[in-house]
């Protein structure tokens, strides 16, 4: 049961009541049903952080929020206010007057082929222990928190994997609207809920890291959301090589194409006579403020520039060749130790501080079921924009400088994404927009 005031009527509680219902027992005719099949596999979603609850992998309040998430985007208007009442009016809330119950009532039931296995292996060579994705469902740079850790020497496991479930997964959902509480729903509202329901089948899932395509979804009776409506809502949506988007049969084989063309993107290595190094400018800039590098990274030209901030944070920042916190070695003559940069904090207009440590990729990648086959998609999200001017700091970490986000100036804008390769394959002024024209194949 959903935690709810005292203050409720009983009337209220009965109709917060969130049931999550394994029995499989048959619903009242008043409920609409619809079968759902997992398509990519399923991270964590239990009550313990990356573990998949096997006896209710999937939970009626989850999804609810999850609607509740792509009703804004799809059907939120542009007002705060209005968008407060009207959110309020069909997901219920609190307010000044009181709390309000939600007219949506979500049941899931008749879990089949809960299937469990580790997200990872360990192999062992010569070379040492390796995690490595599993090999018909795994994709290692999407399901990166789930690897497990190897112990220091890379010789055995140390935190083994964390498990997923696979696809093939299947369940009931349950939704009806609650009548019984006054004013009812009307039938613009109930065809919003709809609305709601298909985006977040098109483009959300279950469980955790659902914007990088895990626990996405097919859903029988459903019609995707077309690319004139994303449009309509100020979203960008491109499917790989969007202008003979390839079609697959299999969903994982479009999500894992996702994954590699993000992986592609922000790792991209440039390449000359001497040597191979990040196309970006962020491990150099780091360098050169901690004053810490191997000779052969020395950084050349150190800009304080953080563009792939705007992919989503935190990021760490891993060296590999970084100093040894537990001997006496000259941290000066390595490469630097781990920064984790984040949000910065920032005040609100009544001058309160509002401290973030993390914020949410407008990015979403995951395969696109076009009613007929699946395809690689990529989807930013409305108000992707805020994203390119996140004020940034490191976490436990203080320099002269802060780290800075994406240039606000037009003229700026261009002049260094003309300096980072994977960006000049474009005519984009942002990494966002950068992003989707290289996964859609447009020079």
Known sequence: MSRVRKSLSKEDLASLLIDDDPSGQKQPPSWETYHCELKTPLYGGGVEAGVVDEEMPVRATEIRGQLRFWWRIACGPDSPEDMFQQETAIWGGISKKGATASRVEIRVTDYLQVTTEPAFKCNKGNGGAKMKAHSKYGEGYALFPAQGKLTPDKTAVEKAPDKFAIPGLTFKLHIRFHDKLKPSLTEQQKGQVKTALRWWVSFGGVGARTRRGLGALKVEGLQPVTVAEVKS????????????????????????????????????????????????????????VSGCSLPRHRPNNAYNLFPRAVFGLPIVFHFKDGPDPDSNNNPKRKDPIDHTLEPADVYDASGLKQKYERMASPLILRPYWNGETWQAMALLLPGWQKALN?????????????????????????????????????????PLSAFMDYFGGVK
Request: charged residues 25%.
């Open 233 to 288: 809502r100020n979203g960008d949506i491109r499917f790989y090589r969007s202008d003979n988007p390839v079609q697959y049969q299999v969903a994982v084989q479009a999500w894992k194409k996702a994954i590699r063309q993000l992986k592609g993107f922000r790792q991209y290595v440039s390449k000359d006579e001497n040597s191979c190094s990040s196309a970006w400018p962020e491990a150099d800039w780091i360098r050169n």
């Open 390 to 430: 996140q004020p940034l700091k490191f976490r436990n970490q203080e320099y002269p400088e802060s780290p800075q986000h994406w240039p606000e100036d037009s003229a700026a804008q261009r002049d260094w994404a003309a300096t980072i390769a994977p960006m000049k394959m474009s005519s984009a002024t942002d």
